[in-house]
């Protein structure tokens, strides 16, 4: 009897230690499969704090476009996390093409529920990130140096600037204050310019690429409209380029640029008859075309994945050296067509960039 009370209680000494075990093994449990459901709770797009977007200048169509991608209900997946809440309209004060059309589209932001501020300096109080859409690249330098100062990642529409030295100026500021800052054309984005970027006709050994390319006098020629095709040729070339040349009449122009290694790439602007956008890749491997414009959309994902990552998806001295290449077929026109090389008119806008930030940085 005594040797039966004894293995008993050893029985229940055994129970309560198993399941003492259970019990520890179940709570681990419970803690790492909260742990993981904590985790991939914040990692999913709907638990991550949404990004603020303010817009400066309501002088294009541009803002519209881009507000209803990025506020689209349902989101787009490649959108979420990123919402335009607020606006400052201005903007071009002195192109009348541009801020004549301020109040419609300051209208139709309001109508979309974007709050619409009175300066700058409310609007950055209120966001996290800026699309600097005005239409007209003069105000550019002034408007990115209070974003730069503010720290808030900022993608400026195109043209950078309107000049070289400005567009010099504006990305050796976004460097002394360290703030991420990229601008394109939506045309770099479209499906058969990635394509060929990506390798699809090998090595590009040439290209040409057209675009409209009417001009704005407060512009070097082809930042205002040209830049659309000078993008989609940079896209497919790279860069590299070392000299240009340009041919010119009231109706058109051509620019041929000569890139180390001996390839050549051309831009025709159009300005009278049939436009459009495209040209044609020439490879080691094959010829495809550029293809049209594919719209707002792929360039609108990559300012959200800018926004999020704040990663540049384009390396500074390529947005440099296209600027310089319209820059320097400016210069070639007003020397009656001779050659201008790309490394003149970036030292030269150096110089003139050191007068423009001077007391500023």
């Keep these: ?66 507000t209803k991608s990025f ?56 966001v996290d990130c800026v699309l600097l859409e005005t239409n007209d690249g003069k105000p550019h330098l002034e408007q990115a140096l209070q974003v730069f100062k503010a720290g808030k990642p900022v993608f400026i529409d195109k043209p950078v600037a309107s000049n070289l030295a400005e567009v010099v100026a504006i990305y050796r500021a976004a460097a002394h204050y360290d703030v ?8 770099r984005y479209s499906e058969g310019a990635q394509a060929i970027r990506d390798g699809k006709v090998g090595a590009v050994l040439g290209c040409n690429a057209y675009s409209p390319a009417s001009t704005e006098p407060s512009h070097t020629d082809l930042f205002w409209y040209g830049i659309h095709g000078v993008e989609s040729l940079y896209t497919c070339m790279g860069t590299g380029c070392q000299s240009v040349r340009q041919t ?29 956008y495209g040209g044609t890749a020439f490879g080691e491997k094959g010829i495809a075309p550029i ?16 926004f999020r990552t704040r990663e540049l998806p384009i390396d500074p001295q390529e947005t440099i050296e296209l600027y310089a290449f319209m820059e320097a077929a400016a210069e070639s026109r007003k ?27």
């Excluded at 010119?248 to 050549?264: H, Q, Y």
């Excluded at 293809?291 to 800018?306: E, N």
């Design 1 to 66: 009897m005594n040797t039966n009370h004894t293995s008993f209680r050893r029985y229940v000494r055994q129970s309560v230690v198993a399941l003492r075990m259970i019990t520890l093994c179940a709570v681990t449990l419970a803690i790492a499969s909260a742990a993981a459901g904590q985790e991939a709770a914040e990692d999913s797009p709907s638990a991550q704090t949404t990004l603020r977007i303010g817009v400066i200048g309501l002088d294009t169509s541009h803002v519209p476009a881009f």
């Design 71 to 126: 506020n689209a209900e349902p989101a787009n997946p490649e959108m979420q996390n990123c919402r335009v809440v607020a606006a400052y309209p201005y903007g071009s004060r002195t192109i009348e093409s541009s801020y004549s059309r301020i109040p419609k589209y300051t209208e139709q932001m309001r109508s979309m529920g974007i709050e619409i501020v009175d300066s700058i300096d409310q609007l950055l109080d209120r």
């Design 180 to 187: 991420p800052m990229f601008s394109s054309s939506s045309l």
């Design 248 to 276: 010119a009449t009231d109706g058109r122009e051509v620019v041929v640029g000569v890139w180390s290694g001996g390839r050549i790439g051309t831009y025709h602007g159009l300005r009278e008859g049939k436009t459009g």
């Design 291 to 306: 293809g049209d414009y594919g719209g707002y959309r792929p360039l609108v994902v990559q300012i959200a994945k800018f």
């Design 335 to 361: 020397r009656d067509g001779q050659t201008v090389t790309i490394a003149e008119v970036i030292k030269a806008a150096e110089q003139a960039a050191d007068e423009l930030l001077a007391g500023q940085l």
